[in-house]
């Protein structure tokens, strides 16, 4: 049984830090691309980060490059992503993503992704 499950969320204030942590469970971690996904209200879901099954390749979505940082740690199970400079407009809930394929230039597409976790909410008040 595949389990995903973030943690980290909460509120904070906007320029603050925030780390997100995912841990996955009954699958091969290191076969897998994963995907930071997040979903703010009444907009749809996008990818806002990836990192390919090593950690060598990594990608982000023009919002948060450059603010975010994708990583992973495949001895624990483990994905992270940390936040700096936090914004009014990352509010959202995000979610941690199992993807089998990586996607030059862009992060894999809602529908090839095998699993999913529950999501955090991440609130940035201003």
């Known amino acids: 049984q595949v389990q995903v499950v973030e943690s980290g969320g909460g509120l904070v204030q906007a320029g603050a830090s925030r780390r997100l942590s995912c841990t996955a469970s009954?699958?091969?971690?290191?076969?897998?691309?994963m995907v930071w996904f997040r979903q703010a209200p009444g907009k749809e879901r996008e990818g806002v980060s990836c990192?390919?099954?090593?950690?060598?390749?990594?990608y982000y979505a023009a919002s948060v490059k450059g603010r975010f940082t994708i990583s992973r740690d495949n001895a624990k199970n483990t994905l992270y992503l940390q936040m700096n400079s936090l914004k009014p407009e990352d509010t959202a809930m995000y979610y941690c993503?199992?993807?089998?394929?990586?996607?030059?230039?862009?992060?894999?597409?809602?529908?090839?992704?095998?699993?999913w976790g529950q999501g955090t909410q991440v609130t940035v008040s201003s």
């Open positions: 990192i390919s099954w090593n950690g060598i390749s990594t």
């Open positions: 993503a199992a993807a089998s394929t990586w996607y030059r230039g862009s992060c894999p597409p809602l529908g090839s992704v095998a699993y």
């Open positions: 009954g699958l091969t971690f290191d076969h897998y691309t």
